[in-house]
């Protein structure tokens, strides 16, 4: 007579799960998304025994969210701004901070049609998409270098049906005698040797680091938007947590006016733009 086959059940497989050192949170979401059940179908179905090809997968997820690798990239997706966008490691995981940008942009994005809005360095289009989302009648272009991330940015805007242009490109490079009303950016802005760097370990460098102080980038862009705006045009960025001043003073020395500084939720100075 053969051994029957052991059986994970659900409570089992959540609580070896957490013996790896996951959040119960982390666990759930896992476990849930594997299952394709509500969250709260777990609860009900602790004893459920689960098939062993789902108890496999969870466990191999449950290692990999074990040794950092972010959850958003074992799911595939991550929510921004009430927006579901794919995700994938070529494109930096959108962050509740940057939300900030997003609802400073929408405060000078007119409802009427034919205001020009530029996305530089838009991932996975987070930026890019939210704005869209919330004003359809604007014109939306976002440009990133990495043709990955690009399709990334792609998939989401038809996903969405967002009618956003995409463009490839470094910077202000695609743009050429094109002009806006508003450009954002989060670009990469922290120093190279950061510490926190390890901590992003899974997250693409290109998308973090901008040269020894992090304001390579920034400084480009706060060179080239001049002739990219509209006469009255804004540029609004993100930044590092103690950069604000820097950006600042690049604005204000590249002509803009009306300089200021928004807090992200964690009350930092998360972002920094100015008037052309
Ligand atoms: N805000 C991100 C972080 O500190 C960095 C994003 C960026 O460099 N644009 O994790």
Request: glycine share 8%; hydrophobic share 45%.
């Amino acid at each position: 007579m053969s051994e029957p086959l052991p059986t994970t059940t659900v409570a089992a497989a959540l609580q070896q799960a957490r013996q790896l050192g996951l959040d119960r949170l982390d666990a759930q979401i896992l476990l849930s998304t594997a299952l394709q059940r509500p969250r709260s179908w777990l609860l009900s179905h602790d004893q459920d025994a689960l098939p062993p090809e789902l108890a496999d997968q969870f466990m191999a997820w449950a290692q990999r969210r074990a040794q950092g690798e972010p959850l958003a990239y074992l799911l595939g997706d991550k929510e921004f701004y009430g927006l579901t966008l794919r995700v994938s490691p070529d494109v930096l995981i959108p962050r509740p901070d940057t939300e900030t940008l997003v609802d400073w942009a929408l405060a000078l994005i007119p409802t009427e049609p034919g205001f020009k809005v530029l996305d530089l360095g838009t991932g996975s289009g987070a930026i890019a998409l939210a704005l869209q989302h919330q004003r359809l009648q604007a014109q939306v272009t976002a440009v990133d270098a990495c043709p990955a991330a690009l399709a990334i940015a792609q998939a989401n805007a038809q996903q969405l049906a967002l009618p956003v242009e995409n463009l490839q490109g470094s910077w202000f490079e695609p743009l050429a005698g094109r002009h806006f009303d508003l450009i954002v950016s989060n670009p990469p802005y922290i120093a190279e040797n950061d510490e926190h760097m390890p901590a992003l370990r899974f997250e693409p460098e290109q998308a973090l680091t901008s040269g020894v102080d992090g304001l390579d980038d920034l400084r480009l862009i706060i060179a080239k938007a001049p002739l990219h705006l509209n006469a009255g045009g804004w540029l609004l960025l993100e930044h590092g947590h103690d950069q604000a001043a820097a950006v600042s003073s690049l604005l204000k020395m590249h002509g803009f006016g009306q300089v200021s500084t928004r807090l992200d939720l964690g009350g930092n100075p998360r972002c920094t733009g100015g008037k052309t």
